[in-house]
């Protein structure tokens, strides 16, 4: 079945660096857009970034342009999330989706 | 950017009665390939969110036929034909027209 297993998070000061995976099985990964969603505690979801099934297309919020590179790896399966110049407010879990499934997320805490 | 606004932000119901969710959009969601790329997701408490609705009123693989999607252009509504009691969480609508954008979502509990 569809499993989508989120990695990388963890706490980071801010102003620092932090790089997400995301590892797909189950299905023709290279097939499929894909997207990062992201989750303050208590509050609702927002979308974060996206790319494209070949990688040629990416998408970004503009709360993390600039600061957030979205890239994947179609031989590894998996798709990644860079994160520089991170802030307070990017705190909150991290899920890789193409929207019909969702993995677990990774918890990311930005704080002194 | 289009902005997705919902109704109510909290819901109390009874178990066995109906439930309805309002999700309005800034500007129309119809993509200029005719399609209308509306989207409602279920979030159960202390679990990941799981779509339940994709392009307005097709249910997904899985998804009980008491949840129900429908409208167009710039109005859509969840509507849940008999609460029970595994509905209880959050739902958000989502459009994927321009861009990617969640509403603020919409809390349902037991009365």
């Known amino acids: 079945q569809v499993q989508l297993v989120e990695s990388g998070g963890g706490v980071v000061q801010p102003g620092r660096s932090l790089r997400l995976s995301c590892t797909a099985s189950g299905f023709t990964f290279s097939y499929y857009g894909m997207h990062w969603v992201r989750q303050a505690p208590g509050r609702g979801l927002e979308w974060v970034a996206v790319i494209s099934d070949d990688g040629s297309n990416k998408y970004y919020a503009d709360s993390v342009k600039g600061r957030f590179t979205i890239s994947r790896d179609n031989s590894k399966n998996t798709l990644y999330l860079q994160m520089n110049s991170l802030r307070a407010e990017d705190t909150a879990v991290y899920y890789c989706?193409?929207?019909?499934?969702w993995g677990q997320g990774t918890p990311v805490t930005v704080a002194s | 950017d289009i902005v997705m606004t919902q109704s109510p932000l909290s819901l109390p119901v009874t178990l066995g009665q109906p439930a309805s969710i309002s999700c309005r959009s800034s500007q129309s969601l119809v993509h200029s390939d005719g399609n209308t790329y509306l989207y409602w997701f279920q979030q159960r408490p202390g679990q990941s969110p799981r779509r339940l609705i994709y392009?307005?009123?097709n249910r997904d693989s899985g998804v009980p036929d008491r949840f129900s999607g429908s409208g167009s252009g710039t109005d859509f509504t969840l509507k849940i034909s008999r609460v029970e009691a595994e509905d209880v969480g959050a739902y958000y609508c989502?459009?994927?027209?321009?861009?990617?954008?969640f509403g603020q979502g919409t809390k349902v509990e037991i009365k």
């Open positions: 392009e307005v009123s």
């Open positions: 989502m459009q994927g027209t321009l861009s990617w954008t």
């Open positions: 989706t193409p929207f019909d499934s």
